[in-house]
Each structure stands twice: as C-alpha cells, then as structure tokens.
C-alpha cells in the first residue's frame, strides 16, 4: 500500500495548531495568576474558561494528530480517502480518467470565505490530480460534510488530490487500475492462463 498525504490538511495543520496551542497556553497561565496572585474571573465566568481551555485543548489534538492522518492511499482493490474523523473507498472501476490540473481551475477563490478561500490562493497554483469519476460511492452524500469541500472539483465530477508528489501518485493509480481491470476481466471471462503462468503472476520472482 502507497500513501500520500493530503496538502490541504497539511496546510491546515501548520496554520492552526500553534494557535490553539498559544491560546491553551494562556488560559493556563490566566487560570495560575488567578489562583496565585490576583482574582482575574469571578465564580460566574470559571465554568466558561475551563470549557475554553478544554475545547482549545481538544482542537489543538485536532490539528496535531488527525488533521496530519488525512491522507490518499493506493490498495490492491480501491482507492482509499482518509480524513481526518472519516475514511472512504472508492472502487477503481467508479474512475474514468486521471489527469494533471490545478486547484484554482475547479475552485474559484471568490465563491468561498474564510479559510477557504486563504487556502486556495496559496495552493491554489500547484499542480495536482483529478481524479474524474463517472458516480460517487454510495456512502459520499453523507461522509461529504466530514471532508473539506476543495477535495472535490465544482466543475467537473471528481476527486482533487494535492500531494507532495502528484507524478508518482499518478503513476501508482495507473498501476492499480491496470491490475484492478485485468483482475475483474479475468473473474468475468475465466483465467485461461496455465497454471505455470498463474504460480509466476503470484509468486514473482525476485
């Protein structure tokens, strides 16, 4: 099994866990001057700052470790899309076509906010790989929402993967979909090869 990692969440990662990490920090440091050398809250706004400081905690595991796992992973019978709360297969045989693009191309900064839109201006221009699908595996309409929406093209039906080396990815999902259709025509139409050929096939020599 390959495995690329997914600069969308990467670059996500970088921008945000230090600023989680800051604010967990600070409300720590609050929290030890207020008990150590002046009042700072009073008994009314603790619960707030302790929900603050867990859910700045928790946010900042977030973006350290699963944002960081969001990945794309080549395996013998699917291609697997690994977000960061949620995985989803996609058969092989659902892909059309794979070709070089760039994010911009499906994506237009100035139909997004936020983030978003941050996001597609400083990766926007690299070359990445869409992945044209003739449907979506059934489980898409409701594991959509768990992805970020620049994962798939507003143009054309697909996948957008951004990766540290789209050429090698390209050449890996060309692979698996060679033997992914040669395995499905041989199950359709029977293996004629002998049973030499087949024990080769299976056992490769090194």
Not at 105 to 124: A, F
Not at 129 to 144: A, D, E, M
């Amino acid at each position: 099994m390959k495995t690329h990692k997914l600069l969308v969440y990467q670059w996500l990662s970088r921008r945000y866990r230090g600023l989680f990490l800051l604010l967990w920090l600070l409300l720590l440091l609050l929290a030890v001057y207020d008990f150590n050398i002046r009042p700072l809250f009073d008994d009314a706004l603790w619960p707030l700052v302790w929900v603050a400081w867990g859910a700045s905690f928790i946010l900042w595991l977030y973006y350290v470790l699963l944002l960081r796992r969001a990945s794309v992973e080549i395996q013998p019978r699917v291609l697997l899309l690994r977000g960061p709360l949620r995985t989803m297969k996609i058969s092989y045989g659902r892909i059309t076509s794979v070709t070089s693009t760039q994010l911009i191309s499906h994506h237009n900064p100035d139909q997004h906010k936020g983030t978003t839109r941050t996001l597609i201006k400083e990766i926007g221009g690299q070359t990445c790989l869409h992945l044209s699908l003739h449907n979506f595996p059934k489980q898409y309409q409701s594991r959509r929402f768990w992805y970020s929406p620049l994962l798939f093209s507003e143009v054309n039906p697909g996948l957008l993967l951004v990766v540290e080396d789209w050429m090698a990815l390209s050449r890996q999902l060309e692979v698996a979909r060679a033997e992914w259709h040669q395995t499905n025509k041989l199950r359709r139409h029977g293996d004629k090869r002998s049973l030499a050929a087949r024990v080769l096939d299976e056992n490769p020599l090194t």
